[in-house]
């Protein structure tokens, strides 16, 4: 839908939702052929003014992120029909080529993938290793933790599935909330599984632990022994040697593999024992180890599942059917075969199923999931929806404009699952430690055998001590230690309405010691309006309004929004301007018919060499009383001054207060004349005020800060505060405000709370805690336990009972970033 609200039609494509930086279209052509749709992508990402570009080929729809200034609108949708129509040509006349031929075009794609069957951090860390070897994939990462990989590479899913499959694990699509959903549900079900092997290797473990305490050397009970280890050994513990044989044919291990060694050498040896005679059993620490493994596994899969909160509460806001109307039936759908252009009814009390728009029907909607308020929201006709959100009282019609991936919903879910994929700095230095650990492992176990055997042990005694080198070695909790907090850390924070981009952000944010903030729509409320207009034209007020608003009619900036605004609420009618042109941080010029339109600040109309010396005046009694004044000129005169007025956000105050009582400096920097800002900075209690700055001057007051040794956070919501966002240490945005901000920002603050600044430094400081400690004990616990296996003082189920439950320590200890208020 365009800004007027119709729908756009070219030759080859239709529109049907459009902003200033963002259009989607259905292309016809393209529907159901993924070669040709991604071909398409190729050859729009050549220009230059294009940003992004997300396909769903199976419907033909295409969304476009463009720079409207080196690409305006129009000159795009030629762009985009002459593309499609070159193409259309090019299918008529011959068959696009294979995909993964010589030729080297195979198009890079972004995956998102669930695992199955990982068992440790070694898991992750050796599907990572040979996904990074293959020259096909550009970059992979994969956590444990959350069980995923993010993967981008020049490769058909179907192969991509085929390389992980051949390592022994499983892999399946997350790209709807549908497939996370039935992830989790994955989840449950592998739970289950692993506690009836866990029940079932306890029920026979137990006795046979217990014969072999009360008569370790009898034949007899050796062979019962030997019965109840069999089932325990090859049937509850069979997945530690069908993965440890996979790997081997890989040239890899892991910590399977040590449980696998560990394991079948007690059975082999004792084995080999009970058929030649000798008295010498480890059945009982066979079945033990396998016992006390799967049950540790068992308790570390539960935990973790516990810290899968977060994502589990945001998908489940999606319901998982949608009811749609075709041609005034009511047909009930799932929620993944709902497309872009149906027409949904949301009945009272309902989820809305997808993001659109309303069509027909008055209600007020619950957008707290989003916004953080409790107030229901009024939706009649021409209102966005958001997915997830709950209808009130009335019946909705929605004509849906997003799906899959691109909803809003989905967005956020990504955004946290990025998050509680990403990693530290610190956590470079444990991947190091892990790809040696397990070769290490094996070398300290075959070493404390022959050393065991020199010292003149028996080499029942050898076995038995380099078996428990084995099994005490625990990996797993090196691997978990980051990576469990950072995804418990990253759930909590998403539930208080803070989405943290990346775990370099969560770790930096403690370490703040300079927050700068925007004026407009950060620590005010972003909703102005026109309380001023001081006329020096012959020009009536309403026709200088007319001018001025639709000089700004395609303004992002929260001020030229409340003059369109106000001039809607007087009724005027706005013409669309014939040019356009803004300069962030300053001001636009337009041309409204035969006349040339320069609204901004005092610096942009001194620019174009405008004498505003007859209205220092009144800009300055503007100032004074918390208004913003924003200059007018016509056809390079001045014109008029119009006063802006914006109240300081409700919770402001207590923000500023709790920053400083954190020991964090706050300073504000806008573009807003010296005396509003000041005059917003005192009813808030911000000492320092920078005024009248560029959104370069902005960059380079973040950079002068650092240059001191300042860790400087910045927060802002406008086009003009992304260049600062970006040179920050940390940078957060206000949700709600323009894509480039969000875009830009390590942090968002999804409800407009920048109390939640605070907020965030203290649990990016509370889970750096944690990670410390986690680190701590995992590295303390190999460095003790192995030399202590290693020098005889553990037998092996003690052993495997040790390293089962360091793991688990570590995640419980993660945990109690739930419990953190």
């Not at 992004?52 to 000159?75: M, T, Y």
């Not at 209808?391 to 956020?412: E, F, H, M, T, Y």
């Not at 106000?566 to 409204?592: C, K, M, V, W, Y």
Request: hydrophobic residues 45%.
């Amino acid at each position: 839908m365009n800004k007027g609200g119709e729908m756009r039609q070219t030759e080859n494509c239709k529109v049907v939702h459009q902003t200033r930086r963002r259009v989607r279209i259905l292309a016809p052509g393209l529907t159901k052929k993924p070669d040709y749709s991604y071909l398409f992508e190729i050859l729009l990402r050549k220009h230059a003014a294009i940003k992004q570009v997300r396909l769903v080929p199976d419907i033909g729809s295409v969304a476009v992120h463009f720079d409207p200034e080196l690409l305006p609108s129009a000159s795009l949708m030629t762009l985009l029909d002459d593309v499609l129509g070159s193409l259309e040509s090019a299918m008529q006349n011959q068959p696009v080529a294979a995909r993964g031929t010589a030729s080297g075009d195979e198009l890079e794609r972004e995956f998102n993938i669930a695992l199955e069957g990982m068992s440790c951090a070694s898991c992750a860390l050796l599907i990572e290793t040979h996904l990074r070897r293959d020259p096909q994939i550009v970059f992979a990462k994969v956590n444990y933790a959350t069980e995923t990989a993010q993967v981008r590479a020049r490769m058909t899913r179907e192969d991509l599935y085929l390389r992980i499959r051949g390592l022994g694990y499983g892999a399946h699509s997350l790209d709807s909330l549908l497939q996370r959903r039935m992830q989790l549900e994955r989840e449950h079900t592998h739970l289950s599984s692993a506690w009836k092997h866990c029940l079932w290797a306890s029920v026979l473990s137990a006795p046979s632990m217990i014969l072999g305490m009360i008569a370790p050397h009898s034949l007899a009970l050796g062979l019962v022994q030997f019965a109840l280890a069999v089932p325990v050994v090859f049937w509850s513990g069979r997945s530690f040697f069908e993965k440890a044989w996979k790997l081997a044919r890989q040239g890899s291990a892991n910590m399977d593999s040590l449980v696998a060694m560990g394991v079948g050498s007690a059975f082999g040896y004792s084995l080999i024992a009970l058929l030649i005679g000798r008295r010498e059993y480890y059945f009982e620490a066979a079945a033990g180890i396998v016992t006390f493994v799967l049950m540790g596994r068992y308790l570390d899969e539960k935990a973790r599942g516990q810290a899968h909160e977060a994502i589990r509460q945001l998908i489940d806001l999606q319901p998982q059917t949608a009811t749609v109307l075709i041609n005034g039936e009511e047909v009930v759908t799932p929620i993944d075969d709902v497309r872009v252009g149906d027409l949904l009814l949301v009945r009272p009390g309902e989820r809305i199923p997808a993001d659109g728009e309303v069509e027909f029907g008055l209600s007020t909607v619950d957008e707290s999931m989003l916004t953080g308020e409790s107030m229901p929201v009024v939706k009649e006709p021409g209102a966005a929806v958001t997915g997830g959100c709950i209808n009130g009282n009335g019946s909705l019609q929605v004509r849906v404009k997003a799906v899959g991936p691109d909803s809003v919903l989905a967005g956020i879910v990504n955004l946290v699952d990025q998050a509680q994929s990403s990693r530290l700095p610190i956590q470079k230095t444990v991947d190091r430690v892990s790809a040696v650990f397990v070769p290490s492992v094996m070398v300290i176990s075959a070493l404390t055998f022959f050393g065991w055997l020199l010292a003149g042990a028996s080499p029942a005694r050898a076995f038995g001590n380099a078996i428990t080198v084995l099994l005490i070695a625990c990996p797993c909790a090196l691997g978990l230690a980051t990576p469990a907090a950072i995804m418990v850390g990253t759930g909590q924070a998403a539930r208080r309405g803070i989405f943290i981009r990346n775990g370099e952000s969560l770790e930096m944010a403690s370490k703040i010691t300079v927050m700068v903030f925007d004026k407009t729509g950060t620590i005010t409320e972003g909703k102005p309006r026109l309380t001023d207009l001081i006329n020096l034209s012959s020009l009536s007020g309403d026709e200088i309004l007319t001018f001025a608003a639709a000089a700004e009619l395609h303004s992002e900036h929260f001020l030229g929004k409340a003059i369109v605004s106000h001039a809607r609420e007087r009724g005027l009618t706005l013409n669309e301007p014939d040019s356009f042109q803004s300069e962030p941080g300053h001001g636009i010029e337009a041309i409204i018919g035969l006349s040339k339109v320069l609204i901004g600040n005092r610096v942009w109309l001194q620019q174009h060499d405008i004498d505003l010396g007859e209205l220092d005046a009144d800009a300055q009694r503007l100032g004074n009383q918390g208004k913003t004044p924003v200059f007018m000129a016509l056809d390079n005169k001045p014109a008029a001054i119009i006063g802006i007025a914006d109240q300081a956000r409700a919770n402001a105050r207590d923000a500023i207060t709790a920053l400083r009582n954190a020991r964090v400096r706050t300073l504000m920097v806008t573009g807003d004349m010296e005396a509003a800002a000041r005059h917003i900075a005192g009813l808030v209690g911000i000492d320092e005020v920078i005024a009248h700055a560029r959104p370069e001057q902005k960059q380079e007051i973040v950079r002068e800060l650092q240059a001191r040794g300042e860790k400087v956070g910045m927060i802002g919501d406008g086009v003009n505060d992304a260049p600062a966002l970006a040179a920050a240490d940390v940078s957060l945005a206000i949700g709600g405000g323009t894509d480039i901000a969000v875009q830009t920002a390590d942090l968002t603050l999804i409800n407009g709370d920048i109390s939640k600044v605070a907020e965030a430094m203290q649990l990016s400081s509370f889970t750096l805690r944690v990670i410390h400690q986690n680190l701590f004990w995992a590295f303390g616990y190999n460095i003790v336990a192995i030399p202590v296996a290693a020098m005889g003082r553990l037998n092996p189920m003690v052993a495997s009972l040790a390293m089962a439950m360091s793991s688990l320590s570590v995640v419980l200890n993660s945990l109690r970033l739930q419990k953190k208020d």
